[in-house]
């Protein structure tokens, strides 16, 4: 990452594009505190997000990463995860509602406390990729922080379904401050703002309408490109 400099609004929307190794995932990365920067510094409210404690900088963000993982337990555990005794079943139920699993979850016999594999359970679920994708945006919907980061976490869905997804997702999110990363352009026209990232540098900020009309620019090549995919 070099020369990135930019301000993310309270309940703002941003998406951000690019190739790979444009440095999407290395930019959320660093908001996350995954990594620290070496150079320049990251802000919140005007204070180095260093000198904020980490288990409290934590409680403010939900974060889905392109490379989830979901664990051996219960559906309930597995979206719960700490608060999994206190958590009531409705409200597991919603947020799966939410991310449009509902119908798959609530037919199981055990429902929300149906494993996820089969390693402690003979009767375990093993789950497509896109339902896996699901039950990772409902852990980060029932954590219902005030900052929420997509890191491709559509990957294994088509781009009409993704499409749905992100568009159930605007509404979801409501007020609260919203990252999306993606490959696939879908979520762009749902966001307030577009960043576009190549070499790790931040080449074209703008809305939608703002970045399409510039022809030849990286964004409105891109998205001419995927333009069939799209509803």
Avoid: W
Avoid at 27 to 46: A, M, Q, W
Avoid at 68 to 77: N, T
Avoid at 207 to 215: D, V
């Amino acid at each position: 990452m070099k020369n990135v400099s930019i301000v993310i609004k309270d309940r703002e929307k941003l998406s951000v594009v690019g190739l790979n190794g444009a440095g999407k995932t290395t930019f959320i990365k660093l908001l996350t505190r995954l990594y620290e920067p070496t150079e320049g510094e990251v802000l919140l409210n005007g204070v180095n997000i260093r000198e904020y404690d980490y288990k409290e900088y934590m409680k403010l963000l939900s974060v889905v990463f392109q490379d989830f993982k979901l664990m051996a337990f219960s559906i309930k555990e597995n979206i719960a995860l700490n608060s999994y005794e206190t958590s009531k079943d409705e409200d597991i139920e919603k947020t799966l509602k939410e991310a449009g699993l509902e119908k798959d979850i609530l037919k199981l016999p055990k429902g929300v406390n149906t494993h996820i594999y089969k390693t402690f359970e003979e009767d375990g679920i093993e789950f497509s990729g896109g339902q896996s994708q699901k039950i990772a945006i409902s852990r980060a919907l029932y954590k219902d922080a005030p900052i929420v980061v997509l890191d491709e976490p559509t990957a294994a869905l088509d781009p009409i379904a993704e499409f749905e997804v992100y568009s159930k997702f605007k509404e979801i999110v409501g007020e609260k401050t919203a990252i999306y990363i993606s490959h696939r352009l879908s979520s762009c026209k749902l966001c307030d703002r577009i960043a576009v990232f190549h070499n790790g540098e931040i080449i074209e900020l703008g809305t939608h309408e703002e970045l399409i009309k510039e022809q030849g620019s990286q964004y409105e090549s891109m998205y001419m490109a995927q333009s069939q995919y799209y509803v």
